[in-house]
């Protein structure tokens, strides 16, 4: 008998043609999975789509379409044991790449047709699902300027052209960050809590490294100086992303902790998984193991591998040996 899915389709995400994704989606799981499709329009909640499958007693939940789409859908999944596709078509793609989810249609495809699957955390901030982070200050205000038109002609690139036209304008404000067992008060241009950050997210690489299981969230502070040090801090956060060494710059600040109380003096905008929240003040906190996900199999993983150009190679392919 087949698997039967409710697949949560956005027809507006990313740059792609939206009829022959979804075209492709149904080639390639129609022939294993019964799909019940459910197309997202303005008006409608992506979660009460998700949840009214769950009790129809659907197997599992796919989601295809940006961030936004893919943390909204999420929240009907969190503490079931209905396991959750992600079929990445957004800008950014980033909760598929910090799980090392493939953002190809297909490859996206053929990962949930793996079944291998894994328990990661979610996080809620005021009330409202959050898979990957929030962005307090510049970020939120970068997000924020890089509105659908940018994005739909720009893709990835519109991100980077409205954080460089937010360092103009960049402003530091004054932070008060409550954990379990401390109060931290400090000045800050940007405060990133997350719960799984790609690399290219490097506002949130303070502690680099981060841990979508550990039950624990990591925030990054950012407080430079004037514009030359934000480049520099955020170069040095690049560089941290890419070694895996937590940050050393004096105006960069990082900690783990369960839960957040974050406070800000003005107000700053907030971002979650990529779509404008409100503003601050604002409530974090992990649920540690509270989302079943599919992700590549060990086996199919590509390791990073080069023997092409080196002096008399001989390469030959040895019998697997059986037990």
């Given at each position: ?36 499709i459910q197309l997202t329009t303005e008006d409608s909640c992506t979660d009460d789509l998700a949840r009214q499958a769950i009790e129809r007693g659907v197997d599992l939940i796919i989601a295809s379409g940006g961030d936004g789409t893919l ?18 078509r957004g800008t950014a793609n980033a909760f598929a790449h910090a799980l090392g989810i493939p953002d190809t249609v297909d490859a996206a495809c053929k990962v949930i047709l793996q079944g291998v699957t894994r328990t990661v955390d979610v ?201």
């Amino acid at each position: 008998m087949k698997r039967s899915a409710c697949l949560i389709f956005n027809p507006v995400a990313g740059q792609g043609d939206s009829d022959q994704d979804l075209a492709m989606i149904r080639a390639i799981l129609e022939p294993e999975i019964d799909l019940d499709i459910q197309l997202t329009t303005e008006d409608s909640c992506t979660d009460d789509l998700a949840r009214q499958a769950i009790e129809r007693g659907v197997d599992l939940i796919i989601a295809s379409g940006g961030d936004g789409t893919l943390s909204e859908t999420a929240t009907a999944v969190v503490g079931t044991d209905v396991p959750f596709g992600i079929i990445s078509r957004g800008t950014a793609n980033a909760f598929a790449h910090a799980l090392g989810i493939p953002d190809t249609v297909d490859a996206a495809c053929k990962v949930i047709l793996q079944g291998v699957t894994r328990t990661v955390d979610v996080a809620y901030c005021n009330g409202h699902p959050m898979v990957l982070l929030a962005g307090i200050g510049f970020e939120a205000d970068a997000v924020e300027r890089a509105d659908r038109e940018a994005k739909n002609r720009f893709g990835i690139l519109a991100y980077i052209l409205a954080g460089v036209q937010e360092l103009r304008a960049m402003e530091n404000f004054d932070v008060e960050i409550e954990t379990e067992d401390k109060i931290i008060k400090a000045t800050a241009a940007a405060v990133t809590v997350a719960n799984a950050a790609p690399s290219t997210s490097i506002l949130a690489q303070g502690p680099a490294g981060i841990i979508v299981d550990d039950g624990l969230l990591d925030l990054t502070i950012v407080a430079p100086a004037n514009r030359a040090s934000a480049i520099a801090a955020a170069f040095h956060l690049f560089q941290t992303a890419s070694t895996g060494n937590a940050a050393e710059r004096n105006d960069i600040g990082y900690l783990r902790a369960k839960q957040f109380k974050i406070k800000t003096d003005p107000p700053q905008k907030v971002v979650v998984d990529g779509e404008i929240l409100g503003t601050t003040p604002v409530e974090i906190h992990c649920v540690p193991a509270g989302l079943k996900i599919f992700v590549p199999s060990v086996e199919e993983e590509k390791l990073p591998e080069k023997l092409e150009g080196l002096p008399n190679l001989i390469v030959e392919e040895k019998e697997k040996e059986n037990g």
